[in-house]
């Protein structure tokens, strides 16, 4: 049995390999679903509605915030993640900074 989801999703990572078929899946069943998306590792023109999706880097907290203020979303799937393990590596031990 599957819990329904009430009120706004917002999805992470919504233009990679599970988020576009969260995203497209949860969107067909009626769900109110925000996506968001930097370095998409799908296609965009693949993604149904994907004129819907809002370009977004995590890394950085007011733009990341201004989405959930803007959205209040009750349910967050973070699916947003380094798709290349190498690049992933090759950055260890730095950290991002807000700008």
């Not at 917002?10 to 996506?35: D, N, W």
């Not at 968001?36 to 995590?58: G, H, M, Q």
């Amino acid at each position: 049995m599957t819990p329904e989801l009430d009120g706004p999703v917002l999805i992470t990572g919504a233009a990679g390999m599970i988020g576009s078929h969260l995203f497209e899946t949860l969107r067909r069943q009626g769900v109110l679903v925000v996506g968001t998306y930097f370095r998409p590792t799908v296609l965009l023109s693949d993604i149904a509605a994907a004129d819907a999706l809002i370009e977004l880097d995590v890394r950085y907290f007011e733009p990341v915030r201004r989405i959930l203020d803007r959205h209040r979303p009750r349910t967050i799937f973070h699916l947003a993640a380094q798709s290349l393990p190498t690049v992933s590596w090759a950055g260890r031990g730095r950290r991002s900074t807000s700008t």
